[in-house]
């Protein structure tokens, strides 16, 4: 947990809670703040498996997975280029549009690149870098005008930024636990201009709905659509794929998050609820998917 990403308050938040799960279950749990005494750390402690909870960069980009498949323990998530892969916001597009998927039209932005090369892209727009997570340096952008200080924005927390075409419609977010899709949530954010940094750390009105306003064929389909993406890009064990719905009632992948939080207000743990599932069945069911690696 922790790291010395961005999310480093999220990860702790959501490791203390993962670290209380187990111990509360009898599990001889200890907790690892990661820092640059950590490999030391892993081969001391002789651990059995690792619950990685580690947000952002670092964590879910696969590097502490490289670590710990080098150091023979078994972890939770995905494994190495699958973590690589889903941190990475522009790639991801390109593998998921390649096998088919919608995703929102994109613009992989580098530097010395002008505006020009959004000439016949329709506002509004979501600029953000290409590797971080929390919506950290996202914004909304409804005209030409506010493009570059967004790009600014994007670009002081990576060199790599992604523009996309804003989809007009729900937000929605599918949970996947050991294989199996959990009910899908709507998110509306009603006294924000999108699902940011404080709408979902915050009370602040946002609006989480599980179940919602999909059919349950609607559900059924968005649950199978989860799964492929999930496992086009390797993915395993637990994850979470976000979709925007437009008003013809088409699904759009906007990203996939290989270490979700597992905060008090984190979205597995409210649609885990609607199943019958507590945070410690959630916790458990996660750290069991080690035991077939």
Same mark, same amino acid.
């Given at each position: 947990?922790?790291?010395?990403?961005?999310?480093?308050?999220?990860?702790?938040?959501?490791?203390?809670?993962?670290?209380?799960?187990?111990?509360?279950?009898?599990?001889?749990?200890?907790?690892?703040?990661?820092?640059?005494?950590?490999?030391?750390?892993?081969?001391?402690?002789?651990?059995?498996?690792?619950?990685?909870?580690?947000?952002?960069?670092?964590?879910?980009?696969?590097?502490?997975?490289?670590?710990?498949?080098?150091? &023979?323990?078994? $972890? *939770?998530?995905?494994? %190495? @280029?699958?973590? !690589? /892969?889903?941190?990475? +916001?522009?790639? =991801?597009?390109?593998?998921?549009?390649?096998?088919?998927?919608?995703?929102?039209?994109?613009?992989?932005?580098?530097?010395?690149?002008?505006?020009?090369?959004?000439?016949?892209?329709?506002?509004?727009?979501?600029?953000?870098?290409?590797?971080?997570?929390?919506?950290?340096?996202?914004?909304?952008?409804?005209?030409?005008?506010?493009?570059?200080?967004?790009?600014?924005?994007?670009?002081?927390?990576?060199?790599?930024?992604?523009?996309?075409?804003?989809?007009? &419609?729900?937000? $929605? *977010?599918?949970?996947? %636990? @050991?294989?199996? !899709? /959990?009910?899908?949530? +709507?998110?509306? =954010?009603?006294?924000?201009?999108?699902?940011?940094?404080?709408?979902?750390?915050?009370?602040?009105?946002?609006?989480?709905?599980?179940?919602?306003?999909?059919?349950?064929?609607?559900?059924?389909?968005?649950?199978?659509?989860?799964?492929?993406?999930?496992?086009?890009?390797?993915?395993?064990?637990?994850?979470?794929?976000?979709?925007?719905?437009?008003?013809?009632?088409?699904?759009?992948?906007?990203?996939?998050?290989?270490?979700?939080?597992?905060?008090?207000?984190?979205?597995?743990?409210?649609?885990?609820?609607?199943?019958?599932?507590?945070?410690?069945?959630?916790?458990?069911?996660?750290?069991?998917?080690?035991?077939?690696?």
């Amino acid at each position: 947990m922790g790291g010395t990403s961005t999310e480093r308050e999220i990860s702790l938040s959501s490791g203390q809670g993962v670290l209380q799960a187990l111990l509360d279950a009898g599990v001889d749990a200890h907790k690892l703040d990661v820092g640059q005494d950590s490999i030391d750390e892993l081969k001391a402690g002789q651990f059995d498996r690792a619950f990685v909870i580690l947000h952002g960069r670092d964590g879910e980009d696969g590097k502490i997975q490289a670590v710990l498949e080098t150091l &023979g323990i078994p $972890y *939770t998530g995905s494994g %190495i @280029a699958a973590s !690589a /892969l889903a941190m990475d +916001k522009y790639r =991801t597009k390109l593998i998921a549009q390649g096998a088919g998927f919608k995703t929102p039209r994109f613009l992989f932005w580098q530097k010395g690149m002008t505006l020009s090369a959004l000439d016949d892209f329709h506002f509004p727009l979501a600029v953000k870098p290409v590797h971080e997570g929390s919506s950290f340096g996202v914004s909304r952008v409804n005209a030409i005008e506010e493009l570059e200080a967004a790009i600014e924005k994007a670009s002081s927390y990576h060199d790599d930024v992604l523009i996309e075409e804003w989809i007009i &419609g729900g937000e $929605y *977010t599918v949970p996947i %636990i @050991a294989g199996r !899709a /959990l009910p899908s949530i +709507k998110i509306s =954010t009603p006294n924000r201009e999108f699902y940011d940094l404080t709408a979902k750390y915050t009370v602040c009105g946002t609006v989480y709905e599980c179940p919602n306003d999909l059919t349950a064929d609607e559900e059924a389909f968005l649950g199978r659509l989860s799964l492929e993406i999930f496992e086009l890009l390797g993915c395993r064990h637990w994850g979470r794929v976000d979709f925007m719905r437009d008003k013809q009632g088409e699904f759009y992948l906007i990203e996939l998050n290989t270490v979700p939080g597992m905060t008090p207000t984190s979205l597995p743990i409210k649609s885990a609820k609607t199943v019958g599932m507590t945070y410690q069945d959630l916790v458990l069911d996660i750290l069991a998917c080690t035991l077939t690696q």
